[in-house]
């Protein structure tokens, strides 16, 4: 599976961005398809993952409410709407996909090359 994130940029806490992931060279109703996010000085950590045909959605605590996956099987592309932005959004944004559901960024083979988020205060 080839994936290309796009979408990020600079915005004002309080802002909104939307990331698009698009995807390439497999089934994409067949895989989990999962954002992450790494920050600098951090780990890569999990922000949302929505899984194949059934569209299930999970979130980490600190988005939850904020940011919304979905996707659109028959464009082979998984987004990331993202409300209410923070400064602690600030972060390189990743998408991944899967074929079983997990939230850990080790589990993952397939990834996009990640899209810069700057959340201004």
């Known amino acids: 599976v080839q994936l290309q994130a796009c979408g990020g940029g600079l915005v004002q806490a309080g802002g909104s961005l939307r990331l698009p992931c698009a995807a390439s060279g497999r089934t994409f109703s067949d895989y989990a398809m999962t954002w992450f996010r790494q920050a600098p000085g951090k780990e890569r950590e999990f922000v949302a993952i929505?899984?194949?045909?059934?569209?299930?959605?999970n979130y980490a605590d600190s988005v939850k409410g904020r940011f919304t996956i979905s996707r659109d099987n028959a464009k082979n592309t998984v987004y990331l709407q993202m409300n209410s932005l923070k400064p602690e959004d600030t972060a390189v944004y990743y998408c991944?996909?899967?074929?079983?559901?997990?939230?850990?960024?080790?589990?993952?083979?397939?990834w996009g090359q990640g899209t810069k988020v700057t959340v201004s205060s």
């Open positions: 991944a996909a899967r074929r079983l559901y997990s939230r850990t960024p080790t589990d993952y083979n397939y």
């Open positions: 929505i899984s194949g045909s059934v569209g299930i959605k």
